[in-house]
């Protein structure tokens, strides 16, 4: 289901665990779309088509009005599209003040990859990375 096209109010998405995932994801990774879609409603977007207040707006939404219990994120790594998909749910949550459990992966030459909320936050910080990856030898 395309995600700004579904009702916030949609039966299935109430108390349900959501897949929100990068359009370009099932044909380019299917076997992993498949596998994390498995049991979860899944919900797909491309911020290079739309901007990603409108994403938060409707996600925000959605967990007033439906309460997923589970948020999984899933893009292509490397996009700098896509990344902001994890940015957008991360920032949901946090002026939502929801308690929504959410998970991040990527797919990277195929493989998937589980990425940390905190990696995620920090990936808005280019500074944060700076420091890190370059510190002062």
């Known amino acids: 289901m395309e995600l700004l096209t ?75 599209h896509c990344i902001q998909l994890h940015f957008t749910v991360e920032q949901v949550k946090r002026v939502s003040k929801s308690n929504v459990n959410i998970k991040h992966y990527v797919i990277e030459k195929g493989k998937l990859i589980e990425i940390s909320p905190d990696v995620v936050e920090i990936a808005r910080h280019l500074s944060k990375i700076q420091e890190t990856c370059y510190q002062k030898r």
């Open 6 to 80: 579904t009702s916030v109010r949609n039966r299935r998405l109430s108390e349900a665990a959501l897949l929100i995932y990068g359009t370009c994801v099932e044909n380019e990774a299917s076997k992993t779309f498949n596998l994390l879609a498995k049991g979860r409603i899944p919900l797909h977007v491309c911020l290079e088509k739309i901007h990603m207040n409108i994403v938060g707006f409707k996600l925000a939404t959605i967990l007033q009005v439906s309460k997923p219990k589970e948020i999984v994120v899933l893009t292509l790594d490397g996009s700098p």
